[in-house]
């Protein structure tokens, strides 16, 4: 869907998760997802162990993660062990919201680091959850906890196969490449 560049964006999310939801279910989740970023195989399974009427109202941070830096020099990767990610975090409500009003999501709660402030939190370890790529205009200063690794498209591929199968070493190698206008 298309909307005008001003337009209420909380609105927004609210009119689609309320679109989206199944009003017979006793409780819903809603995940951020970035278009440069991806999500382990096994994230909904995992996310839906954690929908649980003790849980309504808590937010879940995924912190084991990779960040990928992309460049046109090395392909980088950095573990990535924080919470409150962007990648993969989420927020379990009750089901059965009939109203835009009534609706929360996730990014109604604003930026993904004080979430944390803002409700209680559920921490998830599991492993390889998400891939964040960091170009130097998406991600700010992000670096995970694990440091940085020169890695090759090929070796990188065999570490993340079991959580992403479809990172093939061909298409981390071209996440890297740079194209000249």
Request: net charge neutral; with cysteine.
């Amino acid at each position: 869907r298309a909307y005008r560049p001003q337009a209420n964006i909380q609105r927004i999310y609210r009119r689609s998760a309320l679109e989206m939801t199944d009003q017979a279910a006793p409780i819903t989740a809603t995940f951020r997802l970035d278009d440069d970023d991806a999500l382990a195989r096994g994230y909904v399974a995992r996310l839906r162990t954690h929908m649980q009427p003790e849980n309504i109202g808590k937010t879940v941070t995924f912190s084991n993660g990779c960040q990928l830096v992309l460049s046109d020099r090395e392909l980088q990767a950095w573990i990535d062990t924080r919470s409150n990610g962007s990648a993969g975090l989420a927020l379990i409500q009750r089901g059965g919201i009939a109203t835009i009003p009534e609706i929360s999501t996730i990014y109604c709660l604003g930026g993904h680091r004080k979430v944390g402030q803002l409700a209680p939190q559920i921490d998830d370890p599991m492993p390889q959850s998400y891939v964040q790529t960091a170009n130097g205009f998406n991600v700010t200063s992000r670096r995970g906890m694990g440091g940085s690794d020169v890695a090759t498209a090929p070796d990188l591929a065999s570490q993340l196969r079991a959580n992403f199968p479809y990172l093939d070493a061909g298409t981390l190698a071209g996440l890297h490449e740079v194209f000249d206008d």
